[in-house]
Nanobody, 124 residues
Framework: QVHLVESGGGSVQPGGSLRLSCTAS???????MGWVRQAPGKEREGVAA???????SYTESVKGRFTISKHNADRTLYLQMERLESEDTGMYYC???????????????????WGQGTQVTVSS
């Protein structure tokens, strides 16, 4: 079972940037991976996904602002977040699966492996 550890969360003002990292306990070259977030009082939402072929996809609200990247050599998944908004506040989870049933951000909620999460707070 792959173990995922997130880092890089924090507090930032609207318009600011953060980069989240997720380091895996083993090779990620065969994994589909992504980021899920949960805002206070809301359901979990798939944010960004990168598949086995390194194809990226995003939920509509973050397109053009967030960039996901999977670095197989150092077993790390990143999420670069720009022009952050208050609606981006939440707990961000790294997820992974070797054979997800559904492609894209909507399928992330069913991924088999989850990290503990890192908190992102966007507030003035």
């Amino acid at each position: 079972q792959v173990h995922l550890v997130e880092s890089g969360g924090g507090s930032v003002q609207p318009g600011g940037s953060l980069r989240l990292s997720c380091t895996a306990s083993e090779s990620i070259s065969y994994l589909h991976m992504g980021w899920v977030r949960q805002a206070p009082g809301k359901e979990r939402e798939g944010v960004a996904a990168e598949d086995f072929y390194n194809r990226a996809s995003y939920t509509e609200s973050v397109k053009g602002r967030f960039t996901i990247s999977k670095h197989n050599a150092d077993r790390t998944l990143y999420l670069q977040m720009e022009r952050l908004e208050s609606e981006d506040t939440g707990m961000y989870y790294c997820v992974a699966d070797s054979a997800p049933l559904i492609a894209g951000p909507s399928g992330l909620l069913n991924y088999a492996h989850w990290g503990q999460g890192t908190q992102v707070t966007v507030s003035s």
